[in-house]
């Protein structure tokens, strides 16, 4: 009799564990006592509209006493709790016994989205047609890492240029609890906004060619500094301005408990003009900067053409001040010239010194080098 309780205790051991599994999965996609949170994701538990616990899961990160969400240093985990211990063997997040008055909050944002026509995705040329669409959902979490495309409109450049830009930047939450609560999630336009007016102070002096040289790839180009500075203060986001007269007002992290970590430059287009229009206008410049290279190119070698002449010219006072000091010296000098000047002349007829025309006749002597 033993025995067979105690089998029967075992059968039912192994199937509660696979069934109450499964009951907890289904509990958990339906927000119901128990919630599902995919890697990256942060939720929030509710009751009546007031916070009460956030819900992380980041790899490699945790939620700190005062709900900033920090990174894991020398490896060692914060302590755990019981919920945390029953996460971590079940894989589903605990609500409250208490549900429906304890949920998981649903709030509504409004954020934009940058599409990319299939057709231009490898197209080499400058002007390439990108589609921002404005997106606006209920949703029931926070992305703890996001790519968001950002346009700077109409920023004006010297020499009547106007141009807009576009960046795609990549935002990481620091304080989950001010977008969501403190701004009930209306963060992304002043974000946007901000880093406009990032890129338009650091474009404002730059005319549209040095715009065009200026590195901005890279996360260590001035223009990716430029607009990551935002994160600590926006007073002045000019890295060359020295004017320290104004205090600098709270950033981005402090404001919008958000930071960018990342930007990467997509392009610009010249702004309230054709496709067409843009194209022949590049193409335009992009002439001007090839001539203005060629121009260049022959000051270096004009210059390095007067340098030499110059060098040359001391080395031959040298020898003839060595020459007048020999019997013939300087008869020697004249020959020697005399003979160069025929050899590296390039054409078919030769005057030296008041018309004399030499005795060597140049046709047959490149015929005989030609042989």
Known sequence: MIMIQLILTIVLLILIVPIGSLLLNELGKRDM??????????KFIVRGGSLHKIIINVKGHYLSENDEIKK??????????????FTEKTGVYFIHWLYPIYHIHIYKFSWDSLELPLEHKT????????????????????????????????????GNFTVNIYV??????????????????????????????????YARNMDFDAFRKELKEGQDSKFSKT??????????TDLNSTDSTEEGKGGIIEKFGIKITKVNYIKT?????????????????????????????????????KLQGEAEACALAVQLTAAVKTEGGVNVIIERLRNEGIT??????????????????????????VE
Do not use: H
């Open 123 to 158: 197209a080499s040329s400058d002007i390439v047609d990108m589609n921002i669409q404005s997106r606006e959902e209920f949703i029931d979490s926070l992305f703890f890492v996001y790519t968001y495309p950002v346009v700077a409109k109409e920023v004006e450049l010297e």
């Open 227 to 236: 607009i990551r500075s935002i994160n600590d203060a926006t007073q002045n």
């Open 168 to 201: 795609n930047i990549t935002i990481q939450v620091v304080f989950p609890i001010i977008p969501v609560f403190w701004l009930n999630g209306n963060w992304f336009l002043p974000v946007t906004s901000t880093v406009s007016g990032a890129i338009s102070d």
């Open 269 to 305: 287009e010249l702004a309230g003009i054709s496709k067409e229009v843009q194209e022949a206008t590049l193409a335009k410049e992009k002439a001007r900067y090839e001539a203005e290279a060629a121009i260049e190119t022959a000051k270096g070698t004009a210059e390095a053409t």
């Open 344 to 369: 590296k002349f390039p054409g078919s007829s030769l005057v030296l010194d008041r018309g004399v025309l030499p005795t060597l006749p140049l046709e047959s002597k490149k015929k005989e080098e």
């Open 72 to 85: 894991i240093k020398n490896k060692k985990k914060p302590r755990q709790n019981a919920e945390s211990l």
């Open 33 to 42: 006592w128990f919630t599902t949170c995919n890697e990256g994701e942060i």
